[in-house]
């Protein structure tokens, strides 16, 4: 199983980022999946979910209106593209896969990605 993010790098306040989230060894398209920050010094950040159908999605109030959650199942790649960033956004962007399968006692699934570097700074 792998989630490798890519597209992280420096950009100026007000710029656009797009990251990528490429999985691999489990059927993306029955998963959720979210991105979940971490700027240096503090706890992780829920940033934004996308129901495994990619018909649903949900995000943060701090990025609500600048960024957008899609995925391709097709290609089992979750995208996030962030506009209007601010030096606020600077983190480590993980994205996460997580589905619960099975009753009465669910059992969960959950994968991490390495993350990438978002630095928004002039």
């Known amino acids: 199983v792998q989630l490798v993010e890519s597209g992280g790098g420096l950009v100026q306040p007000g710029g656009s980022l797009r990251l990528s989230c490429a999985a691999s060894?489990?059927?993306?398209?029955?998963?959720?999946v979210s991105w979940v920050r971490q700027a240096k010094g503090k706890g992780l950040e829920w940033i934004s979910t996308?129901?495994?159908?990619?018909?649903?999605?949900s995000y943060a109030d701090s990025v609500k209106g600048r960024f957008t959650i899609a995925r391709d199942n097709a290609k089992n790649t979750l995208y996030l593209q962030m506009n209007s960033l601010k030096p606020e956004d600077t983190a480590v962007y993980y994205c996460?896969?997580?589905?619960?399968?099975?009753?009465?006692?669910?059992?969960?699934?959950?994968?991490w990605g390495q993350g990438t570097q978002v630095t928004v700074s002039s």
């Open positions: 996460n896969a997580d589905r619960w399968v099975g009753v009465p006692e669910p059992t969960q699934y959950n994968y």
């Open positions: 060894g489990f059927t993306f398209s029955n998963y959720a």
């Open positions: 996308v129901n495994n159908g990619g018909g649903i999605t």
